[in-house]
Nanobody, 124 residues
Framework: QVQLVESGGGLVQAGGSLRLSCAASGRTLSNYALGWFRQAPGKDREFVAA????????NYADSVKGRFTISRDNAKNTVYLQMNSLKPEDTAVYYC?????????????????WGQGTQVTVSS
């Protein structure tokens, strides 16, 4: 199985930046895609960004495109989410997730393993 440990959440002003990290470990560390999702109070969990196993393909929600960047360092088994130009509507608990297979899918049910979540709060 795969274990995911997230870090980097916090409180920032609108227009500020945060970088989230998620370290993956487990028996199999190859051929898996990684994604970021978020959930605000009273809302369903929604897709934010995903990256393929090779890193050659990325996928972003329209609401974050141009502001957020997903990347991975396979040597460190870590995925990152760089968040710039943050808005109050970005406030949510952010989760990283992993799936077997290399495609950067946006479908929640395609992901098998989930981190514990980290809180991101953006003040106006």
């Amino acid at each position: 199985q795969v274990q995911l440990v997230e870090s980097g959440g916090g409180l920032v002003q609108a227009g500020g930046s945060l970088r989230l990290s998620c370290a993956a470990s487990g028996r199999t560390l190859s051929n898996y895609a990684l994604g970021w999702f978020r959930q605000a109070p009273g809302k369903d969990r929604e897709f934010v960004a995903a990256i393929s196993w090779s890193g050659g393909m990325t996928n972003y929600a329209d609401s974050v495109k141009g502001r957020f960047t997903i990347s991975r360092d396979n040597a460190k088994n870590t995925v990152y989410l760089q968040m710039n130009s943050l808005k109050p509507e970005d406030t949510a608990v952010y989760y990283c997730a992993s799936r077997n297979g290399g495609f950067a899918t946006a479908t929640i049910r395609a992901y098998s393993y989930w981190g514990q979540g980290t809180q991101v709060t953006v003040s106006s």
